[in-house]
């Protein structure tokens, strides 16, 4: 077809409109939080998770508030460790960064019992209650898993320690790789009340 102005131009504005289509389209993947796992990490936490971004490697972040370039990159640098490990243990199934989705929580507090930076909230003891973690019918959690499909987990806002922060990320993603490649040893640790504390996978 010979070149014409009104063929260029038809050209340039379909461009434009795919790249819109485009930017539309992932705007509302970020935004699209599952109703069913919003709703129950704000029941446990009592927070609103009202802001939706993406880590630099792809991972779904739901906050209560915006967060940091660094606290996005500790995100990152925790999954891509449970990644490594994950492979290591020849674990192939659910390990992209945007299948999994990380809701960050208010925490309740910003110090354990020893007086050490351990932002953490508070859930009722349930299956905890009489051991060491109970604090009087509730315990503090580092992190939670929220769902399985899709896979979701809550954890505390950090400010600061953020080496801390990946390993919260992942040490709860260990539960979730564990369930959807190896179902008998997830069942075995994926109650710390009766097993052994993270990292499960070495």
Do not use: W
């Not at 102005?5 to 434009?16: A, H, L, P, R, V």
């Not at 930076?117 to 009489?130: H, K, L, N």
């Not at 997830?186 to 109650?191: G, L, Q």
């Amino acid at each position: 077809m010979p070149y014409t102005e009104s063929s260029d131009m038809s050209k340039i504005i379909q461009t434009f409109a795919l790249l819109f289509a485009v930017a539309v389209v992932g705007a509302t993947m970020v935004n699209a939080q599952h109703p069913r796992v919003k709703a129950e990490a704000e029941r446990i936490t009592g927070d609103k998770f009202s802001v939706a971004v993406r880590t630099p490697k792809g991972a779904n972040v739901y906050a209560v508030r915006q967060p940091s370039r660094q606290m996005l990159a500790a995100i990152d640098k925790g999954l891509t460790e449970l990644f490594a490990v994950a492979r290591k243990n020849r674990y192939t199934r659910r390990l992209n960064y945007s299948e999994y989705s990380i809701y960050i929580a208010n925490a309740d507090r910003t110090k354990d019992s020893s007086g050490n930076y351990s932002p953490d909230f508070a859930v009722p003891a349930d299956q905890y209650a009489g051991t060491d973690f109970d604090q009087g019918g509730f315990i503090y959690a580092a992190g939670m898993v929220l769902a399985y499909n899709p896979m979701a987990f809550i954890i505390a806002e950090h400010t600061r320690d953020l080496g801390r922060m990946s390993n919260v990320v992942r040490y709860e993603g260990e539960h979730l790789v564990l369930y959807h490649n190896d179902r008998r040893r997830y069942e075995a640790t994926k109650d710390h009340s009766q097993s052994g504390a993270h990292p499960i996978l070495n």
